[in-house]
Nanobody, 122 residues
């Protein structure tokens, strides 16, 4: 069983940077993982994923500003977010699935964290 715990959210001004962390308990060696977000009143959307082999994929809407990476030793997934905009305001979730490839579709994943809030003020 994999348990995911996100951290690193907060309230920042537009243009700032934040790094979110997702600490996993239980081995994620055979898992793909991803970051999703749910803005207020909107549906959950895929932000970035990382395949089991470490290959990243970032949504077009944030690809110039966000980076996903994983520290295998720490068993922790990260999302580096730069040049934050008010429209990035959302609850950010970490997800994992025992599969080789990740997906930006939230229905792909069966393991989820509780989420961390990110608020970007203008």
């Amino acid at each position: 069983q994999v348990r995911l715990v996100e951290s690193g959210g907060g309230t920042v001004q537009a243009g700032a940077s934040l790094t979110l962390s997702c600490a996993a308990s239980g081995s994620t060696t055979y898992f793909s993982m991803g970051w999703f977000r749910q803005p207020p009143g909107k549906e959950r959307e895929g932000v970035a994923t990382i395949d089991r082999d470490g290959s990243p994929k970032v949504a077009d809407s944030v690809k110039d500003r966000f980076t996903i990476y994983k520290d295998k030793v720490k068993n922790t997934l990260y999302l580096q977010m730069n040049s934050l905009k008010p429209e990035d305001t959302a609850i950010y979730y970490c997800a994992a699935e025992r599969a080789a490839s990740g997906s930006l579709r939230h229905t792909w994943y069966s393991h989820w964290g509780q989420g961390t809030n990110v608020t970007v003020s203008s």
